[in-house]
């Protein structure tokens, strides 16, 4: 079965910089995605990583060591909207078109 | 990009009494849907999968006679909380796959359930 961690809380400034660990055991791996998710709304898709390395996407960015079943979530240049909880999630099965197993999210909350 | 919709977005009931969230796929077809609750400050857990044409499949611990799944067509899949209790207020997600990019869904909005 898939078993996934990530801190409960986080909290940073405005304009800073933070790393979002998730740690994952998986039977199989197909991916690893990171989400984020204001309060009362659904998930927004922010990366997707199958291979090693950092991968970039304007503010964001999203590391990944399959052999170490490690993953992290770069916020640079922190705002206030960004305060909200971030989901690392994996497929449940090895197929096209399965589910998502989430990790349990870390609330990041981001202060002036 | 594809839009998957909800219906309704909120919902509040009195306890016995049942209810119907919709789930639409509003421009893709879509032959299985997902079924999500998230409990308040809690990560989304996946109930059941949702198949057009056949029976759902329910996620151990979720019973399938109080959470009813039908499938009806490629674009609408239908959860219904029967004999609602307070336990059952939560937030319900819907999401379909992405089939152009194999691991990746379309969410939608959510419901809000207040079970009274």
């Known amino acids: 079965g898939q078993n996934i961690d990530q801190p409960t809380e986080m909290t940073a400034t405005e304009g800073a910089i933070v790393q979002i660990n998730c740690t994952y055991q998986?039977?199989?791996?197909?991916?690893l995605f990171w989400y984020q998710q204001h309060a009362g709304e659904a998930p927004t898709f922010l990366s997707y990583?199958?291979?090693?390395g950092l991968e970039e996407k304007g503010r964001f960015s999203s590391f990944l060591s399959r052999s170490k079943g490690y993953s992290y979530l770069l916020l640079k240049e922190l705002q206030m909207k960004d305060s909200a909880s971030y989901l690392c999630?994996?497929?449940?099965?090895?197929?096209?078109?399965?589910?998502?197993?989430f990790g349990k999210g870390t609330t990041l909350s981001v202060s002036s | 990009g594809a839009v998957v919709s909800q219906h309704p977005s909120w919902v509040i009931c009195k306890s016995g009494t049942s209810v119907k969230i919709e789930c639409r796929s509003l421009?893709?077809?879509?032959?299985?849907m997902f079924w999500y609750r998230q409990f308040p400050k809690q990560s989304l857990m996946l109930m059941a999968t949702?198949?057009?044409?056949?029976?759902?499949?329910?996620e151990q611990g979720v019973e399938k006679d109080k959470f009813l799944i039908n499938h009806a067509s490629l674009t609408l899949s239908t959860l219904t909380v029967t004999s609602a209790h307070p336990e059952d207020s939560s937030f319900y997600i819907c999401?379909?796959?992405?089939?152009?990019?194999?691991?990746?869904?379309?969410f939608g909005p959510g419901t809000r359930l207040t079970v009274t």
């Open positions: 421009d893709f077809q879509a032959t299985t």
């Open positions: 999401s379909a796959p992405d089939l152009a990019a194999p691991y990746e869904q379309y």
């Open positions: 998986t039977s199989g791996f197909n991916g």
């Open positions: 990583n199958v291979l090693d």
């Open positions: 949702s198949n057009e044409g056949s029976k759902a499949t329910y």
């Open positions: 999630a994996v497929p449940l099965r090895d197929q096209a078109g399965t589910a998502l197993i």
